[in-house]
């Protein structure tokens, strides 16, 4: 089956750093984009970045372009999202999420994606 776990939230200052990692199984990493989404309380899921299945290009929203870098290991079946300069709006429950069917990266439609991880919180706060 396919599954997507997410780890490497936690609590951290403004400015400060955090890398999540995505870790996939039942299926190959470069078959399906995977895009990195993240919903606040009283908010809407809204889309952070993607990388695709192909060639390794990645999408950024403009909230977190120069800031966020996504990444993926796929030896290792693993996405990254690297996030640097945090803020507290980016404060959020993060997900990974793979994209099956068409297999492109589109962050406006987190309905596009077929398989969620189940999130890892993250929280800028000083």
């Known amino acids: 089956q396919v599954q997507l776990v997410e780890s490497g939230g936690g609590l951290v200052q403004p400015g400060g750093s955090l890398r999540l990692s995505c870790a996939t199984s039942?299926?190959?990493?470069?078959?399906?984009?995977i895009g990195w989404f993240r919903q606040a309380p009283g908010k809407e899921r809204e889309g952070v970045s993607c990388?695709?299945?192909?060639?390794?290009?990645?999408t950024y929203a403009d909230s977190v372009k120069g800031r966020f870098t996504i990444s993926r290991d796929n030896a290792k079946n693993t996405v990254y999202l690297q996030m640097n300069n945090l803020k507290p709006e980016d404060t959020a429950v993060y997900y990974c999420?793979?994209?099956?069917?068409?297999?492109?990266?589109?962050?406006?439609?987190?309905?596009?994606?077929?398989?969620w991880g189940q999130g890892t919180q993250v929280t800028v706060s000083s």
């Open positions: 999420a793979a994209e099956a069917l068409f297999r492109r990266c589109v962050l406006v439609d987190p309905g596009r994606y077929d398989y």
């Open positions: 039942g299926f190959s990493l470069d078959r399906y984009p």
């Open positions: 990388i695709s299945s192909s060639d390794s290009s990645t």
